[in-house]
């Protein structure tokens, strides 16, 4: 990959790119209609979204509906929202609970 920076041009190795990947566990539509619990934000992590969740800005959802949630997400939604920002498609703005799919036992 060749990105440009105004006149100079640099090549971007891949081990210098970090790449977050989403982690799909569960049909969107599942997860969304489906059985679910409210469960407070730090017990959320290694669970199931039921709900998308949205930083704004820029709006883009950081989670859908059946993704796994992970620290790193839950923490960079944090961080927006100390700084000013919003959380778009949550059921609580603050973050301090979410909705996640029931465990099923």
């Known amino acids: 990959m060749v990105r440009t920076h105004g006149s100079e ?4 190795e891949r081990n210098e790119v970090e790449i977050l990947a989403f982690e799909d566990r569960d049909a969107p539509r599942e997860a969304f209609l489906g059985a679910q619990e409210v469960v407070d ?8 979204a039921a709900e998308s969740l949205a930083a704004y ?14 620290e790193e997400t839950l923490d960079y939604m944090r961080t927006a929202i100390e700084h000013g920002g919003s959380l778009r498609g949550a059921s609580d ?13």
């Open 93 to 105: 703005r603050e973050l301090r609970t979410v909705r996640v799919v029931a465990q099923r036992s």
């Open 9 to 12: 041009v640099t090549s971007l």
């Open 57 to 70: 800005p820029p709006g883009i959802p950081n989670v859908l509906p059946g993704e796994l949630l992970t």
């Open 41 to 48: 934000a730090d017990a959320a992590v290694g669970r199931i």
